[in-house]
């Protein structure tokens, strides 16, 4: 049972926390209202007028806020198309690459034969390209570059999204097979001769167009005759001497093969290569560009604009 005293207090207490509610609520208020674009409902053209004004003006990210603004507000116009497009465009170039990719995917997921979906492929493509690390990192996120360059080319081969997607796959390529190179030389570094075979193998196998594969080759001939299989080296200076016959490579694996004691083999002779058994790289293949950590950022960060949103 509540006493008078008890009524005579309650009532000033539920208004202090009243007070304090509110307060705490307008402080709320105001960081949002401070960290956050102002949306209010205005016609479309206004809308996406002020979009590209935060774009030309360099503020990325309300940039990108405003044009999914227009897709949430005019989602049946052809603006929204466009703005879906034009946000992936400003995350990127605000470096919110999680963001464009999964604003471009949005857009194919809804709009898989719009006339801009190679343009989105291409926006995909350069968010998982743009962060490729060097090669002492993981490399997953230069798979999905590679992954997603190779989708491109391969549904819309005659865009000019897709003359820049093949000079990127072979870069991207490089990075790879550099990757492949560093573990290798880590395996040989610690003695680990077969690990380091299979790497360096796999340079070979899967990355013989890349910078790397010389390189790759030597290396094979230093492993196998870790590994007590001479005949083996033969084989990849062979083939090193065939592709690479004036590379410092094969005068080095020159050199390993024919002071290798106890060889059962005929020397190899630098620009006198025996046939190898098994297939050389081409010869119009062997001067690719690439290195071993490629700079993506340093290529610029221009990119090409979708077509007008009163089209397809």
């Not at 949002?32 to 209010?40: E, F, S, W």
């Not at 007590?228 to 690479?244: M, Q």
Request: glycine share 6%; charged share 25%; hydrophobic share 35%.
């Amino acid at each position: 049972m509540r006493t008078p005293q008890s009524r005579r207090f309650s009532r000033p207490l539920s208004l202090a926390i009243i007070v304090a509610l509110a307060a705490t609520t307008a402080g709320c208020a105001r960081d949002t209202a401070k960290n956050d674009v102002p949306y209010v409902a205005r016609d479309v053209g206004t809308l996406y007028s002020a979009a590209k004004g935060r774009l030309d003006q360099q503020r990325y990210k309300e940039a990108a806020a405003l044009f999914d603004e227009v897709e949430r507000q005019h989602p049946y116009s052809i603006w929204a198309r466009r703005a879906q497009l034009m946000s992936a465009f400003s995350n990127y170039l605000g470096r919110d690459y999680t963001s464009s990719i999964q604003s471009a995917q949005r857009f194919l997921s809804v709009h898989p034969g719009n006339r801009d979906a190679p343009y989105a492929y291409y926006l995909i493509s350069l968010g998982y390209y743009e962060q490729i690390s060097d090669v002492t990192r993981d490399q997953k996120i230069t798979q999905q570059a590679l992954d997603a360059l190779g989708e491109l080319v391969r549904r819309y081969p005659n865009t000019r999204y897709a003359s820049d997607a093949r000079l990127k796959i072979d870069l991207v390529r490089d990075h790879l097979a550099g990757k492949e190179m560093e573990i290798g030389r880590w395996y040989e570094t610690r003695g680990q001769w077969l690990a380091a075979t299979m790497r360096f193998r796999r340079v070979v196998d899967d990355f013989q167009t890349t910078t790397h594969a010389p390189e790759a080759l030597m290396r094979l001939t230093e492993t196998y005759l870790a590994l007590g299989v001479p005949e083996e080296a033969k084989k990849s200076a062979a083939v090193l001497g065939a592709n690479y016959p004036g590379s410092d490579w094969y005068e080095r694996a020159y050199k390993l093969v024919n002071d290798n004691p106890g060889k059962a083999y005929a020397a190899i002779q630098p620009g006198q290569p025996v046939v190898p058994t098994t297939a050389p790289v081409a010869a119009d293949q062997r001067t690719l560009p690439g290195s071993d950590a490629i700079a993506p950022k340093d290529e610029g960060r221009a990119a090409p604009t979708p077509g007008n949103p009163n089209g397809g």
